[in-house]
């Protein structure tokens, strides 16, 4: 039994592998793979039309609101966003909280002006600003609501009247939010929306078309919106992947329902942590990740034996990421919560061993 | 038994959808999926590497040729490209034989002026250009070598000094060529070289570095050289399949092995319809295009009995492209040349009820 906690790619219910691994062999009987089938047919209509509304409905989106399948990952958005928003005497805010800000932010500067409003890099992004100011001025506020690398999640929705840019790629779909009150927003499917290979981009359409710049067609919103996200053959098989994942969260009744089990496998593993001295969680309490859990050992000597035995037991992903060093345990919609309760009798039992 | 004629996403060889389903459910028994393995991670390395190492052994690749493995297909190579290597005052030729190579031309404007050195437009694209000339002073000369829609095919490189950039979408892999005589190659890997999601472009390095403008990282090359086409979260499942379709073609013998075979698949499809009157293909001889075969019937009444006899006989994908009309076979590299006698004798027993 494989227990994984893999930042992202990500683990993926049981049922999404089985049914994709299926329809590679024939898809809905049709004699077809997956894999083989036009994208212009009713066949994959059928996918991305249930794929696009249930991303809708689980998100409880307004009309004002498209939702869009992309090519290029969320780093791609790091660009097209302030290509496709931002003109170059104009200046748009953004929140400094960890590595994939800092790199949208080093983006933006192509297009137009940054300001940043707030970083958290004094303290290596352990702990999420506050107390900052947005312009009124400013284009749009952008910043990350989860910061894979660092552990650290901003649990409430700025409060500002500047449209609201946010890359939520790694808790998408993990707890229950006003979508709505977001101008665009972006997320890669690898964590709790499907396959690698594929992005997600929520957009307000009235914030578009107001660039002066030319844009690339492959880069031009409003062009993949009059397509459908059928613009050019898009990512077949990993928009499938989506779709039978959004399916099953629905089915196990939707973001609200996930939340709950959500809280409870971050409380859980939290809980733990605090209880046990040789842990130490790196992240402020307010700030803590509920889908990344990062923590390092008091004996840096012990690391690699509980890293080892963590292995040996069918952890997979556990190790912090390679600028960060430690542990992380990612917990996505799809991990179930016995991996954490297993996670946790080995912390407790490898305490009490070192006790 | 289907047979699969679609232009891409298109077939691809058995062997490769069971490994590939079974690798979602257990990737090498490892008791992960493929689709929950980190990228950063020796599992995925191994998989990658194959690919390139793979790819450049078929293709025959020098040392100053660098293969990438990109998100965005091969619409996003049609402005990355220019962006890449195009200055705004300097001048590259575009030739104009179909549907995607417009599309090129009108991207490239955005970034530099364009020479369109030749067009078929004047008849509907259904012939190659020749005795154009392209001026010594072009930053590159960009063209279609296989023209997906329209169905015609350049068989010969041309003959320049002038840095050549070709789309080889839907021909690459299908037959042998000097790639090593390419500044420039890209292609969308849903034909010949795997599965819809992931693009690959062959890029010499000494055309690089060139440009003045500042590049989005996403859409600088020698980034993505840099890391080895792990920038960002690759199209993890897209490019598995790719090794595998590209290890199964080294396997069939390589590229010379499988252009004799698609020799004699569209040998025996064009035969055909040229010795039946009541079919007429639209294309010039000595330009058609031996990945896809388009055809009309001399009498228009008789093309949907024609098209439903073919889908009562389980063919996929046999219709013309929606802006073309007609009929369209797609011969690519793992269509069995089974599917090709199936539709010929179809043709001829047609054909005799006809007279």
Not at 37 to 54: C, M, N
Not at 206 to 234: C, F, W
Not at 277 to 282: E, N
Request: charged letters at 25%; glycine letters at 6%; hydrophobic letters at 40%.
């Amino acid at each position: 039994m494989v227990h994984n906690f893999n930042s992202g790619p990500s683990v993926l219910p049981k049922e999404v592998f089985e049914q994709a691994s299926q329809a590679i062999l024939d898809y809905n009987g049709t004699g077809l793979s997956i894999l083989e089938i036009g994208h212009r047919t009713p066949l994959f209509q059928d996918i991305i039309d249930e794929a696009l509304a249930t991303a809708r409905e689980l998100m409880k989106l307004d009309k004002e609101h498209e939702i869009l399948l992309l090519h290029g990952g969320a780093s791609t958005q790091f660009f097209q966003i302030p290509m496709n928003l931002l003109n170059e005497n104009e200046t748009a805010a953004y929140l400094d909280c960890g590595t994939w800000g800092t790199k949208a932010i080093k983006e933006a500067k192509l297009f137009g002006n940054v300001n940043m409003v707030a970083s958290s890099k004094d303290k290596n992004y352990t702990y999420i600003p506050k107390g900052y100011d947005i312009p009124k001025n400013s284009k749009y506020f952008h910043y990350t609501t989860n910061n894979t690398i660092e552990g650290t999640q901003m649990h409430v929705i700025p409060d500002t009247d500047v449209p609201l840019v946010a890359d939520m790629s790694s808790d998408i779909l993990s707890k229950t939010m006003d979508f709505n009150r977001f101008a665009l927003v972006y997320a890669g499917a690898q964590k709790n929306i499907g396959a690698a290979g594929v992005n997600m981009v929520i957009v307000r359409k009235d914030m578009l078309g107001r660039v002066t710049r030319k844009l690339p067609t492959m880069m031009d919103y409003r062009q993949h919106i009059e397509a459908g996200s059928i613009l050019n053959t898009p990512p077949v098989f990993a928009i499938y992947v989506c779709m039978l994942t959004m399916r099953w969260l629905k089915e196990q009744g939707g973001v609200a329902a996930i939340e709950k089990i959500n809280d409870k496998k971050a409380a859980l593993l939290y809980d733990t942590l605090d209880s046990l001295p040789i842990f130490r969680p790196t992240v402020a309490k307010e700030d803590r990740s509920k889908m990344n859990v990062v923590w390092v050992m008091e004996d840096k000597e012990l690391e690699k034996e509980f890293l080892d035995s963590c292995t040996a037991n069918g952890m997979v992903g556990i190790q912090g990421h390679r600028t960060a060093g430690g542990f992380r345990a990612s917990l996505y919609n799809a991990l179930p919560i016995d991996s954490v309760r297993i996670l946790t009798e080995l912390m407790k039992e490898f305490a009490t061993q070192k006790a």
